[in-house]
């Protein structure tokens, strides 16, 4: 039996060789930070986008009608809340460095919801949600890349229910007056393209205070530059690399390896995504 | 020796108030310690103040009033703030701003175990 088959916390997930992180949000925030746009003198210079970004909490999953119902495992999850204004987002973003260019993988147990506001099923109230990676090249760098990952639930009236990949980011804006700063929006809902992989509807449970925890897990080659692939709950995609967004490598990023969820509302209404707990291990 | 956790959220950057406001909720049921500063980015010209008053929240939808006001800054990059405990799951800030006036501010919730 290996330690993690034998250890509670960590038997539900497979990590490839060594842990990079764990993070069981009972211990804190764990360096899950609010995403914020690049500026310069003012946030006023910040593209619009990412002005409001909103900062991740955690939170106990308590209902108005049922109390507290805690996180998947222990008493806190990490939260993310839109505003209540439909395409509001809301992500959070740990940021590392690595020192190999080997594999790695993130795992994580996830559950969204809609604000429990209105007291109707509500299916159809979140539009989305997502895991990227930003990445770039160590020595000698050739290129920054971003694979992410989204799914859309639903746009407008419509429920999608699809995972999505994203290949091409919007134009890079120079940002204040220095010639230093630059900024690009990679969010935006232009540019994502179906996975190659039948629909999936994720458990709901029918009304907006029931949660249920759903496993994630995606997998990329630093080496090769390759999205390889993702697992949700009993849908595996492995087929051919995944599409991601690639730009010249850039000066200041040199190893970068940051990860970011966020979630973003299809309504005037808050939608929340909640994470418990998040593995990132990798071949180094 | 095992030490307090703490955590500060910007709740809101560069927002504008005028007439009605209310900060975004933060759940922090955590934390027994809390203390919400007010930066004024801007201010619109002869802004007469305002009080910014805390709520509280079993659910993060419906809002009672803690019972702790205080003043708005009113000059740029003047700090305000109260404090606040025993506030259970949910909090904000709410209040009203005197016609024709506005205040851009940056909130800060500064939480502690």
């Known amino acids: 039996m290996s330690v993690y088959t034998a250890d509670p916390r960590l038997s539900r ?51 108005w009608d049922t109390g507290t119902a805690g996180s998947m495992e222990g008493s806190y999850a990490l939260k993310l809340a839109t505003r209540a204004r439909a395409g509001s987002l809301a992500t959070s973003i740990k940021r590392q460095t690595f020192r190999k260019r080997g594999q790695i993988q993130l795992e994580c147990y996830f559950t969204f919801k809609p604000e429990a506001s209105e007291l109707r099923l509500s299916l159809d109230d979140v539009r989305a949600f997502g895991v990227l990676f930003d990445l770039q090249d160590g020595m000698n760098p050739e290129y920054r890349w971003m694979p992410h990952l989204r799914y859309l639930n639903a746009v407008d009236d419509e429920m999608i229910n699809r995972w999505q990949v994203k290949g091409k980011t919007r134009p890079f804006h120079n940002i ?20 190659d992989c039948p629909a999936q509807s994720l458990c709901y449970n029918e009304i907006a205070t029931k949660m249920n925890w759903h496993y994630l897990k995606v997998k990329v080659d630093l080496a090769e530059r390759r999205f390889i692939g993702f697992q949700c709950n009993d849908l595996s995609y492995s087929g051919e690399a995944l599409q991601h967004i690639s730009i010249p490598a850039m000066p200041n990023l040199n190893c970068m390896l940051n990860t970011a969820f966020w979630v973003e509302t299809n309504r005037d209404k808050r939608a929340f995504l909640y994470v418990d707990s998040v593995l990132l291990s990798g071949v180094f | 020796m095992a030490v307090r956790r703490s955590y500060t959220a910007i709740v809101e950057r560069n927002v504008l108030w005028q007439g009605d406001f209310a900060s975004e909720p933060y759940e922090a049921a955590w934390a027994s310690e809390a203390i919400f500063f007010v930066r004024a980015l801007d201010l619109s010209p002869d802004f007469e103040g305002g009080l910014a008053s805390v709520q509280i929240s079993a659910d993060g939808i419906y809002w009672a009033d803690e019972g702790t006001t205080f003043e708005l800054p009113r000059k740029t990059d003047a700090v305000t703030f109260c404090k606040v405990t025993h506030f259970g799951g949910f909090l904000r800030l709410q209040g009203h701003i005197a016609p024709g006036d506005s205040i851009k501010v940056l909130v800060s919730l500064a939480l502690k175990e």
């Open chain 1, 13 to 63: 997930f497979d990590p490839l060789e060594r842990v990079f992180f764990y993070d069981d949000f009972d211990e804190g925030i764990r360096g899950w930070s609010e995403l914020i746009g690049n500026y310069e003198h003012s946030p006023d210079s910040m593209l619009p986008e990412y002005k409001d970004m909103r900062p991740p909490m955690l939170s106990n999953l308590t209902m």
């Open chain 1, 176 to 195: 204040g007056d220095s010639g230093e700063t630059v900024s690009h929006f990679h969010l935006g809902p232009e540019n994502w393209d179906f996975v």
